[in-house]
């Protein structure tokens, strides 16, 4: 059997090794309070991938005879044995950011964003403004909803589920300062190299 398999599948063997004889929409359910705030995984995705893993022998489906006829989802030994050798499989990749906010910061016209005081310099100089309070008002929210998380108890103290939750609530304290200081300063953006910076 092939060793190969797209990150979607390792994300259903996963959550299985933790859940096993979850229905697909109780995984579905964990992705949204879980890795869904890191890795994006759309529910159509998950049961595609998931059918696939059965057909491939690493996930084994039931269907319950009476009630709801739930669909629930186990994984196998070599279901195990293949998410096994992924976790232990050294990896360079590194993280990749789709920001919205940033791409909409990127394209910003810098060549008016510092002509302030002249025609378009100013109206540039207040879409900065305003996208940045945008920003910070998102990432307030997010970072109030991570906290909610740690309050819950849901990950436990010291675990590696509770270090990536610590990696979401810092990452949103450095995009709200990132977004703050910008609004402050829309003309001298945060980590301007000294010889680009405006005098002040």
Do not use: C, N
């Amino acid at each position: 059997m092939p060793s190969d398999l797209p990150m979607s599948a390792y994300v259903v063997l996963g959550l299985l090794s933790r859940y096993d004889g979850a229905t697909p929409y109780q995984l579905d359910q964990r992705i949204r309070e879980s890795i869904g705030y890191f890795w994006s995984f759309p529910r159509s995705q998950l049961y595609e991938q998931t059918g696939r893993l059965v057909r491939r022998g690493l996930v084994v489906e039931r269907q319950e005879e009476g009630g709801r006829r739930r669909r629930t989802l186990s994984i196998t030994d070599e279901g195990r044995r293949a998410l096994h050798r992924w976790l232990t499989t050294p990896t360079q990749a590194i993280t990749e950011i789709h920001d919205e906010g940033l791409l909409r910061l990127y394209f910003q016209p810098s060549d008016r964003l510092r002509e302030v005081g002249t025609a378009g310099g100013g109206d540039a100089s207040d879409a900065v403004v305003r996208l940045a309070a945008e920003q910070i008002r998102a990432h307030e929210d997010r970072l109030a909803e991570y906290r909610r998380l740690v309050s819950s108890g849901k990950t436990e103290e010291g675990s590696p589920q509770r270090a990536t939750l610590e990696v979401g609530l810092r990452f949103e304290r450095m995009i709200i300062d990132f977004w703050r200081e910008l609004a402050a300063e829309p003309t001298d953006p945060p980590g301007a190299a000294p010889g680009d910076r405006r005098p002040t």
